[in-house]
């Protein structure tokens, strides 16, 4: 492997490559997405037109980009250009880099090391980054797909900035699709093709936002069809779910279809019946929802409808969340298979979500009501004195830890806001709030 060869690729060496790495974008104008760092007066514009670029973390969803800007960057500032995989090579690597990269200062040319997958360094490999990039060596961009607070050392990271890329939107790949259909020298411009209703959008939303996944589907795509008759390729929706080896659902570009598959799935676990809510569930997997938007929507289920009635759920859904995050897709179903079921035959209750609401219409209608004088801290001596925490009845001093005292302010006084039910854990809940009540 050599380290060092940062030459472009031949086009006769990029012909033969597939179609997601011909169609990488070689300057700014052609990178889609990312506008948030790449707009007018936005942070990687300003910085380029500056003339300095500092170490940084590219952190980002597969085929968002990451290393596709390392290149751009590296070659609109001019600088000898490094990259290598973190996990193929080693701090020997990471040594003879440097050395290059003094060499090269020496003649006062820059060196960017692009590091692909950083995260899977360990901490020594990162350490041997940390004098360099502080004393301008080499600049650092790193790539990772995996939160760089929890996965690089905060050392290094702390000399860095970090750049979150965005996942891209299906309207971003129908672009980058159209864009190799029509290109006769790096995409497929020259094969003659009818591309049938609904493809691009079939691929485009399967993608999950992975640029590359959805060139290389749309170049199997083309090549599972031979010319017919007059030399023409027939891409038909059929035929692409035949090259993808995935079916495909009805889920709209639109969004309605995506709506109405997400409302069913919450009422049917609302109404606690567990095989639809199944049902709806792989629907949604298989028509290639990102599985995190359906975790997130399990996580507000369970405090919305379920809430006290089982103070478990949120533990659950929290652990499918991160269960998911762990150990990602495909397998990731079966996380979300266990949370479905556990979730639509809990027992129900909305009675926390409705007391938030009763308790907002009060804020809204009130205003700042001035908080009681007596559960109110005072931290000085001053505060003390006009009365600040006079009077509070601390509960640990008292018998089962019970006082009768007033938390809320004068103009609401003895209001109550949660009304829990007689179902699961909240009916000991409402026992407990009807004994105090009687005191």
Known sequence: MDLFDNKEVEPVERAHGPLSDRMRPTTLDEVVGQGHLLGEDKFLKSTIAAGELPSMILWGPPGSGKTTLGNILARVTGADFVTFSAVLCGVKDVRAVIERAKAAQKMGRKTILFVDEIHRFNKGQQDAFLHHVEDGTITLIGATTENPSFEVNPPLLSRCKVLVLEKLLPEDIIALLQRAMEDKERGLGEMRAVIGEGVLDFIAESADGDA???????????????????????????????????????????????????????????????????????????????????????????????????????????????????????????????????????????????????????VKGSGALPVPKHIRNAPTKLMKEIGYGKGYKYPHNYEGAKVEETYLPDKLAGKRYYEPTDRGYEKRIKEFMDERKKK
């Open 212 to 362: 590359r996944w959805a060139l290389n589907a749309l170049e199997a795509s083309y090549m599972i069809n031979a010319p017919d008759k007059e030399g023409m390729r027939q891409v038909t929706l059929p035929s692409v779910t035949e090259a993808l080896q995935k079916k495909a659902l009805l889920y709209d570009k639109g969004g309605e279809e995506h709506y109405n598959v997400i409302s069913a799935f919450i009422k049917s676990m609302r109404g606690s019946d567990p095989d639809a809510a199944l049902y709806w569930l792989v629907r949604m997997v298989e028509a290639g929802e990102d599985p995190m938007f359906i975790a997130r929507r399990m996580v507000i289920f369970a405090s919305e409808d379920i809430g006290n009635a089982d103070p478990r759920a949120i533990t659950v859904a929290i652990g499918v969340k991160d269960a998911l995050h762990f150990v990602g897709m495909p397998e990731g179903f079966i996380p979300l298979a266990q949370g479905v079921t556990f979730l639509a035959t809990a027992p129900k209750s909305n009675a926390s979500y409705a007391a938030y609401k009763e308790a907002l219409k009060d």
